[in-house]
């Protein structure tokens, strides 16, 4: 499966910066979108950014162009509730984005600290969960599946140690993916900074850094790496890496995927319980 007009979407952290600017891209192609979020109005305001998109195409669906749902992602129930109103209006679930994420705030190791948990719950655990929801929605007609990582997925960050262990592990969990079959594909986007209002709560030195030191990824790359992952159907379990000022990048390398991609059993991969 690749994009194609008359698709549904679920996109999670689609009130802002990246969600928003993917759930605005898929519209383009025709795509119906859930946008859930925390924040109704930024919410609904990409519900109508998709509307808009919609009638710049031309493309009138028979059900909403996009609905706003909110939900925090770590509670289970509600984002199984999330799911379910989704196909109550769609009827289909052909892509699911993972993106809602939160920055780390204070040191983990401060007395009584346990604000990394969020982290994890938001950055991770939600992730896991929205996979698995999504997956039982899409076992019968495949779908795509794309997990928000980051380039601290590869690459330690001194003052976000929990933001990298949890988008370490969106990627591993992602690759682990790459033999889950059912036609669903699973794969991860890695950009390097990105403005976007997620970086409102890093110290000002810090941004200063970014901007001036190594530079936001535009928009429109973060856009060009994700079509190349959802329109590629050879793309499994893969993450790309989307630096500033070089060309993206596929993790790990050719010869060391080759090497660690599957455990074999009679010749194919063994995906354990998936069998
Ligand atoms: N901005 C960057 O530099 C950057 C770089 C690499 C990866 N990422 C990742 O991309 C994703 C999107 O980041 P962004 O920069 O667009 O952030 P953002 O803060 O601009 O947008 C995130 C959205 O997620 C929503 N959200 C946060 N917690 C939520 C929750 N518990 N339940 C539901 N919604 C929630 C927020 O309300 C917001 O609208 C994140 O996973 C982030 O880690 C960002």
Redesign the pocket.
Known sequence: MKVERGQAAFI?????????ALAVALASRGVQITV????TT??EETVRLVEEAHAKISYRPNSPSAIFID????KTDDLAAAFARHQNVFGRLDICIN?????DGEPFYGAGVDSWRKVIE??LI?FIDGTSKAIQEMKERGGLILN?????SFIPVPFGPI?SAS?GGVAMFTRSLAHLGMGIRVNSL??????????EDVPVFLRDYFRDQMG??KMERILEATFSLLDDESKKGECIWVPVNRPTQTWPDDETNSKYQAFKKNGSAFTGVFN
Request: glycine share 20%.
């Open positions: 999670t952290g689609a009130g802002g910066g990246i969600g928003r859930l979020d925390m924040m930024k919410g939900c925090d992602v770590p993106n809602a994420g939160v920055g938001v950055n939600a928000l990582g980051s380039a601290a933001y988008k890695c950009p390097e900074y990105v403005e976007t209002p997620l970086l936001f990824v």
